[in-house]
T-cell receptor
Framework: EAQVTQNPRYLITVTGKKLTVTCSQNMNHEYMSWYRQDPGLGLRQIYYSMNVEVTDKGDVPEGYKVSRKEKRNFPLILESPSPNQTSLYFC?????????????FGPGTRLTVL | DAKTTQPPSMDCAEGRAANLPCNHSTISGNEYVYWYRQIHSQGPQYIIHGLKNNETNEMASLIITEDRKSSTLILPHATLRDTAVYYCIVRVPGTYKYIFGTGTRLKVLA
């Protein structure tokens, strides 16, 4: 089954404790992206990647890191989480093309930073 | 800057057409308009996209104005399962940075 998986689905942590949220897709997509969703703000893009070793900032990259060492994986790293990073996080992937392309979203990771 | 504007909420009677508008007046000439929906806090689900012509698929129709500054998503026969938040999305020109906006919360009423 074609899908985007995220782990963990739920995480409660404390300020300053480094964490990684994994994202994996099995569709051989070049494009992968991370979004955060906060009440009243919709989804905002954190980082995206056009292919292996190619990443770029979205609208809200501060406090996050990403890496794309393999095509299927795109982990989101919070080196020193803070309470304002408490949010619902989504990973997405898609092909890249001149015509419009559909993004496939993962199920989300709900992060709470105390 | 690329942005989209949608009404925060709408109601629609079950079985009737739901027409969800979106303003994207800053869209550039070769960028697509995308529509997604999100049910509860699940991952957004793709619905449809278009460039300048009207589009239709098994889920919905998309009407884009001739000047491309706005569009309307049409769910022809809304059901209770169509209750969701609907997002109209564009890309920042020349990039793969997507702008989601805050969406329209559609409630389909029995």
């Amino acid at each position: 089954e074609a899908q985007v998986t995220q782990n963990p689905r739920y995480l409660i942590t404390v300020t300053g404790k480094k964490l990684t949220v994994t994202c994996s897709q099995n569709m051989n997509h070049e494009y992968m992206s991370w979004y955060r969703q906060d009440p009243g703000l919709g989804l905002r893009q954190i980082y995206y990647s056009m292919n292996v070793e190619v990443t770029d900032k979205g609208d809200v990259p501060e406090g996050y890191k990403v890496s794309r060492k393999e095509k299927r994986n795109f982990p989101l790293i919070l080196e020193s989480p803070s309470p304002n990073q408490t949010s619902l996080y989504f990973c997405a992937s898609s092909l890249i093309g001149l015509a419009g392309v559909e993004q496939f979203f993962g199920p989300g990771t709900r992060l709470t930073v105390l | 800057d690329a942005k989209t504007t949608q009404p925060p909420s709408m109601d629609c009677a079950e079985g009737r057409a739901a027409n969800l508008p979106c303003n994207h007046s800053t869209i550039s000439g070769n960028e697509y308009v995308y529509w997604y929906r999100q049910i509860h806090s699940q991952g957004p689900q793709y619905i449809i996209h278009g460039l300048k012509n009207n589009e239709t698929n098994e889920m919905a129709s998309l009407i884009i104005t001739e000047d491309r500054k706005s569009s309307t998503l049409i769910l022809p026969h809304a059901t209770l399962r169509d209750t969701a938040v609907y997002y109209c999305i564009v890309r920042v020109p020349g990039t793969y940075k997507y702008i989601f906006g805050t969406g329209t919360r559609l409630k389909v009423l029995a």
